[in-house]
């Protein structure tokens, strides 16, 4: 197995199916992606998950529209928003550009689509008609779960209009807490490791980048980077349902772990790397 940005040969990480570039940094995992199975899905209840996300995911969309306004071509008036699960982003969007959303999980699109927003069932860029540009595409939490991601990346530069924004919003391997989840992984606590890689949920994390070598993978598929900046990964909105969405948690370790995340790590995320990291790239 060799690195997708740098090709050089990857060395075994901190699990079976975890892999590090020694040279670049990147990560990768070999997980499986099971996006509509019902088994899997019914395993996490995606009202709860819904509901316990929506604070920080609005408080960042508004963030991410008005940076990519500012980067955008002076012109730029349609947007694509790959994955577009609740349509929370097409929501943010919609007063500042004509949006449209693409979206996998069937259940997921409907329920977005009942809501009256521009949602299309499928996967990209199959979803799309054969002449169709856009002068912004942008992935929030998505681009980490595409296996092949130097496609993906090709195809977004093919449907963008020319001179057109790239805009990706992912983990970001630099960030403290999964520096910390890693630290714990080494002395054999991999719990949290796991969850931020998303292992056994539908759709897990293929990719871990950081803003270097994910700008060097992008820039190889013809792009130039425009902005890169993070995002706050922690509010203490939404806090308490983020801890106890996954069910089996014990209501006083969910209680220890709030007043942990609340009263130190919380002041100490201001301190550190966050792990949100958003990239807007031009099409050359
Ligand atoms: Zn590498």
Not at 105 to 126: H, M, N, T, W
Not at 220 to 240: K, M, P, Q, R, Y
Request: charge should be neutral; hydrophobic fraction near 45%.
């Amino acid at each position: 197995m060799t690195c997708i940005v740098c090709q050089t040969p990857l060395s075994a990480g901190l699990s079976g199916w975890h892999h590090t570039c020694p040279s670049c940094a990147y990560e990768s995992a070999a997980l499986a992606v099971a996006i509509n199975h019902a088994a899997e899905h019914a395993e996490i209840d995606e009202d709860t998950r819904e509901t316990s996300l929506k604070a920080l995911r609005q408080q960042n969309f508004r963030t991410i529209v008005a940076l990519t306004r500012q980067y955008a071509a002076p012109g730029a008036r349609t947007l694509l928003d790959v994955g577009s699960a609740h349509g929370w982003f097409l929501e943010a969007a919609a007063g500042a550009f004509e949006v449209q959303g693409i979206e996998p999980d069937e259940a997921v699109a409907a329920k977005a689509s009942a809501r009256g927003l521009p949602v299309r069932i499928g996967y990209f860029p199959q979803a799309l008609k054969a002449e169709e540009r856009f002068d912004v595409i942008v992935f929030n939490d998505v681009i980490e779960h595409i296996p092949d991601i130097r496609a993906a990346l090709r195809d977004c530069h093919n449907r963008l209009a020319p001179g057109g924004t790239l805009v990706l919003n992912l983990p970001s391997s630099r960030g403290l807490f999964y520096r910390l989840s890693k630290l714990f992984a080494r002395v054999g606590l991999r719990g949290p490791f796991e969850r931020l890689w998303q292992k056994g949920m539908p759709s897990p994390h293929v990719h871990y980048f950081n803003p270097d070598n994910l700008t060097r993978l992008v820039g190889s598929e013809g792009f130039d980077l425009l902005h890169s900046t993070e995002i706050d990964a922690v509010t203490a909105n939404g806090l308490w349902q983020r801890l106890t969405m996954f069910g089996q948690v014990h209501p006083l370790k969910a209680a220890v772990q709030w007043l942990g995340i609340r009263c130190v790590l919380l002041p100490l995320t201001k301190l550190f790397t966050s792990d949100i990291i958003v990239c807007l790239y031009r099409k050359r």
